[in-house]
């Protein structure tokens, strides 16, 4: 067990539909990562969050958005969902957001898009 | 753009046999890492190395880092049932985001 949970573990939803993915970091790590598995595209960074402020962008869809609060849980929005969202959305932490430390992953929420 | 391309992508191998992943990349990066993922489970780091010549190793895995060549190896040593997985590597050019490979996914057989 990482420390860092997700929630849901798996989501089911129609196209054109919006969810919000949720992860708690490990206790003590301020630094949250959202990234997106899939089998086309691999693993590819979203969105990187430090004590509440974004920190790093990646190949992140306009129609996603991401937020870290105050007790530094994490969001991730996902809106107009389109068949090529189904995939699986890992959440990662790290104490002080510098990619020298190792990061640990949740279990992911598998999101298929009907 | 940055590509970080591992080789294989698939490998099969027996039990007690040796072999070495590759995973070329092709920006400067002082750092790279490895990760393990076991089927439908999250991801494990493995190694972290951060520098030019680094070595690690685990257990029957043993990771290394040529920062001149871009190329790190991952060699597994008299492979067991127990490693069966699959391994990413990935580099953090800018120091905030890891970027990943595809991953090798690895079958140790009897």
């Known amino acids: 067990d990482s420390g860092v949970t997700q929630t849901p573990k798996h989501l089911i939803t129609a196209t054109g539909q919006r969810v919000t993915l949720r992860c708690s970091p490990r206790?003590?790590?301020?630094?949250v990562y959202w990234y997106q598995q899939s089998l086309d595209q691999g693993l590819q960074f979203l969105i990187q969050y430090y004590n509440g402020e974004e920190r790093a962008k990646g190949n992140i869809l306009e129609r996603f958005s991401a937020q870290q609060f105050p007790d530094l849980h994490s969001e991730l929005n996902l809106s107009s969902l389109e068949l090529g969202d189904s995939a699986l959305y890992f959440c990662a932490s790290s104490v002080v957001g510098r990619t020298n430390e190792k990061l640990f992953f949740g279990s992911g929420t598998q999101l298929s898009v009907l | 753009e940055l590509k970080v391309e591992q080789n294989p992508l698939f490998l099969s191998m027996q039990e007690g046999k040796n072999y070495t992943i590759y995973c070329n990349y092709s920006t400067t990066s002082d750092r790279l890492y490895w990760y393990r993922q076991d089927p439908g489970k999250s991801l494990e780091s493995l190694f972290v190395?951060?520098?030019?010549?680094a070595v690690k190793q685990e257990g029957r895995l043993m990771a290394s880092l040529d920062t001149k060549a871009r190329l790190s190896t991952l060699h597994i040593t008299a492979a067991v049932h127990d490693l069966s997985a699959t391994y990413f590597c990935?580099?953090?050019?800018?120091?905030?985001?890891?970027?990943f490979g595809k991953g090798t996914s690895l079958l140790v057989t009897p």
């Open positions: 206790s003590g790590d301020l630094s």
């Open positions: 190395l951060l520098s030019n010549g």
């Open positions: 990935a580099v953090d050019p800018n120091g905030y985001a890891l970027n």
